[in-house]
């Protein structure tokens, strides 16, 4: 067994800062795959409780948990320096960033680039719609997102709520139609 193969059985068995170590094992082992194992490390990284004491966060909300958010940046970090088109790594670091940080915004640009993914193209509308107040970009980017995942709610929410808040309200009704005939002419899951 690979320390990579033993880094992702040890995450599974909720063993964070053991498969840390072994990922880190397999990237001074095997530097071809060290993007691989450090974007992998930077997953471990998230599960680790980097709380030494519980938190208040808001009016009746205690924080008793959160992963080690600085360590998983310093991963993926190190992942995109083996391959900056790492799609895993740009999408933990786009994740570990704060929501409004410019430097999010161009992560997420990059994977849309390299890797179109459906949630990355969602949380990218997000950032021009909320941030940028850029309506015309976060309605291209939730379109294409509808369109990569056409049987998935969200960028139809989405859609619909961009256009009532743009005063687009058949378009907005023509978006909820659609979801709603998409729901019904989807095939039943399967189970597995």
């Known amino acids: 067994m690979t320390d990579f ?22 990237a001074a082992r095997v530097p071809q795959d060290a993007a691989n194992a450090f974007e992998r490390a930077g997953t471990a990284q998230l599960s680790i409780n980097a709380l030494n004491a519980s938190r ?13 958010r600085q360590g998983a940046e310093l991963f993926y ?8 088109n ?21 992560v997420l640009e990059h994977l849309a680039a390299v890797q179109p993914d459906y949630l990355g193209l969602l949380d990218l509308g997000d950032f021009y719609r909320s941030h ?26 989405k859609l619909q709520d961009l256009c009532k808040q743009l005063g687009h309200a058949e378009e907005a009704l023509e978006w ?8 019904r002419t989807r095939p ?5």
């Open 5 to 26: 193969q033993l880094g992702n059985r040890l995450l599974a068995s909720r063993k964070p800062e053991e498969a840390v170590q072994a990922f880190l094992r397999h």
């Open 56 to 68: 208040t966060v808001a009016p009746g909300v205690t924080l008793i948990r959160e992963g080690d």
């Open 77 to 84: 970090r190190k992942a995109l320096a083996h391959n900056p």
């Open 86 to 106: 790492h799609p895993r790594a740009l999408k933990g670091l786009a994740h570990v960033l704060p929501d409004n940080a410019e430097e999010r915004r161009l």
């Open 132 to 157: 940028r107040k850029d309506f015309q970009r976060a309605y291209e980017l939730y379109r294409q997102a509808q369109t990569l995942d056409p049987r998935d709610k969200g960028s139809y929410l």
């Open 176 to 183: 909820r139609s659609r979801w709603q005939e998409q729901r």
């Open 188 to 192: 039943p899951k399967t189970g597995a």
